[in-house]
């Protein structure tokens, strides 16, 4: 009997053991999934550091108008999130910023637009927070990078706007900024040396560089930068990819300013036709099959076109002789609008410059080719010389009073 005893006590401890040694795991694996987690966000925080600070050049507090100018400044690295908080004595002010470009109460960029982001990579932007009563004690800065905020910058040697630096005017915001039928928008002022970003009101469509061409090609253009091409064989283009949200089938419009430097020509280095933007396709001499759509000059003859073909031999076709003879080194507006089975148009400086109805096709075969900026988008061909600056595709005609709004904007 007093075995029996001995060995349930063994057991018994055992038991115990092993259950402690179960609960020691357990606890363990969590200890260690803890401490990864925290090891892991410490990791993205360290990689924050001195990258996310404040430019105290472009900081003040505008008393007459009850408005904090702020300034932020993002290195190499791409955050997801910003929080900037203003602190007072016995309350705060918090804006959170995305990757999108949104509508945030009480704040808005600089530049007078409502909608606005975190800065990119390598970049800063310039804010502007409304309804700040006093002067704020300190501001503070927590960007998001993994999921993970972290802290971040803090200003605390915050000084009033001097005359001349108050805050400029609200500006209304452009209608096309929250239309979701603007689906592709290449302003050239939103890059840096990854990409041209997309500024649509859904984004997400960016352009890589091409052919040597870099964020160092940007240059003063119609409205704020534009980016400069050499027009050489093999030369500069942007590849702003494929998705069917801008390759486009049914109705759209496509709209540029563009400063050319030179007329079609065989002549090296430059190469022949001059493309602005496109997802165009040509099957060759013999098939004389061609998809797809284009704004520019595809070939030699002095002749500027927008074009819409079905991959059937179906096309429209509106075309202007005029804007390399009389726009050459000059700024010149330029938009197409295709309306299915009805016509193609063609503006200069918002005004109808060419049209075609005549068995105009019902839709656009896509070619499945990236859409290009400065290139045809299928062969290497039709390089651009010169500028091309505020690069818009909406998926729907835009009327001649919208074409003309969007002109009136950029003259």
Excluded at 48 to 59: A, Q, R, T
Excluded at 124 to 148: D, F, K, Q
Aim: overall charge negative; charged content about 20%; hydrophobic content about 35%.
């Amino acid at each position: 009997m007093n075995n029996k005893k001995g060995v349930s006590a063994v057991i018994a401890l055992m038991m115990l053991i092993l259950f402690a040694l179960l609960i020691a795991g357990i606890i363990w694996n969590v200890l260690n999934k803890t401490i990864d987690e925290e090891l892991s966000e410490a990791k993205s925080c360290y990689d924050l550091l001195g990258k996310i600070v404040f430019n105290s050049e472009y900081i003040c507090y505008d008393s007459s108008g009850e408005k904090m100018h702020i300034s932020v400044e993002v290195g190499d690295i791409e955050i997801d999130g910003l929080f900037m908080v203003l602190s007072h004595e016995y309350s705060s002010d918090i804006f959170e910023l995305t990757n999108n470009w949104e509508i945030i109460e009480n704040l808005r960029n600089y530049n007078g637009t409502s909608e606005t982001k975190v800065p990119n990579k390598n970049s800063g932007l310039t804010y502007i927070a409304s309804n700040v009563a006093e002067m704020p004690l300190s501001i503070g800065l927590t960007p998001v990078l993994n999921g993970n905020r972290c802290a971040g910058d803090i200003f605390t040697n915050i000084e009033r706007c001097s005359p001349g630096d108050e805050s400029p005017p609200e500006e209304p915001l452009a209608w096309y900024y929250t239309d979701s039928s603007l689906v592709g928008y290449w302003s050239m002022d939103n890059l840096d040396a990854s990409a041209v970003y997309d500024d649509s009101y859904l984004g997400g469509n960016d352009c890589t560089y091409n052919g040597g061409l870099g964020p160092e090609d940007a240059v003063t253009g119609r409205v704020g930068n534009a980016l400069e091409f050499t027009g050489e064989d093999n030369g500069p283009w942007l590849n702003c990819g494929n998705d069917p949200s801008i390759e486009m089938d049914d109705a759209f419009t496509v709209l540029a300013w563009i400063n050319p430097y030179s007329i079609p020509n065989t002549d090296p280095p430059l190469a022949e036709g001059r493309m602005v933007v496109n997802a165009y396709d040509y099957e060759g001499v013999g098939t004389d099959i061609h998809s797809g759509w284009y704004l520019g000059a595809v070939w030699t003859y002095n002749e500027f076109d927008f074009q819409v073909h079905d991959g059937e031999g179906g096309e429209g076709s509106a075309e202007n002789y005029d804007i390399f003879n009389d726009n050459l080194n000059n700024w010149v507006h330029v938009a197409g609008v295709f309306s299915p089975g009805n016509y193609a148009r063609l503006y200069v400086n918002g005004a109808e410059s060419g049209y075609d109805d005549s068995d105009v096709p019902t839709e656009v075969q896509v070619t499945g080719d990236s859409v290009t900026i400065g290139r045809r988008s299928a062969e290497a061909q039709s390089y651009w010389h010169g500028l091309i600056d505020e690069v818009m595709i909406f998926d729907k005609e835009l009327t001649e009073a919208q074409i003309i709004s969007i002109y009136q904007e950029g003259a």
